[in-house]
């Protein structure tokens, strides 16, 4: 399995982005999804994770309520909106995959996923 995360950049205090992560392979929606991100020095943050099916969303306390996590499984694609950016979000925002069965199965764990992407930057200006 292949991630390619795409759609970081730099922006303002209060802009939005959209970060979309394609998957390679024809079983995406076999697999549970999940966005995380890091800065230098620091452990891997768990952002959000999304059932395979989608059905079930979770969110870290520090983004939730500004961030929304979605999947389109005919496209292969997770995605991850951002709103009302803040600087603190500054970071290396990192998507993964890892292939389960159960349709109610999702992780906040970074250890637990099997697949990273290459991540992609977002920086957020004050």
């Known amino acids: 399995v292949q991630l390619q995360a795409s759609g970081g950049g730099l922006v303002q205090a209060g802009d939005s982005l959209r970060l979309s992560c394609a998957a390679s392979?024809?079983?995406?929606?076999?697999?549970?999804m999940g966005w995380f991100r890091q800065v230098p020095g620091k452990e891997r943050e768990f952002i959000a994770t999304?059932?395979?099916?989608?059905?079930?969303?979770s969110y870290a306390d520090s983004v939730k309520g500004r961030f929304a996590c979605s999947r389109d499984n005919a496209k292969n694609t997770v995605y991850l909106h951002m709103n009302s950016l803040k600087p603190e979000d500054t970071a290396v925002y990192y998507c993964a995959a890892k292939t389960v069965r159960s349709v109610f199965y999702s992780s906040t764990k970074a250890d637990d996923y099997d697949y990273w992407g290459q991540g992609t930057q977002v920086t957020v200006s004050s």
């Open positions: 392979g024809r079983t995406f929606s076999s697999y549970v």
């Open positions: 999304i059932t395979s099916s989608g059905v079930r969303i």
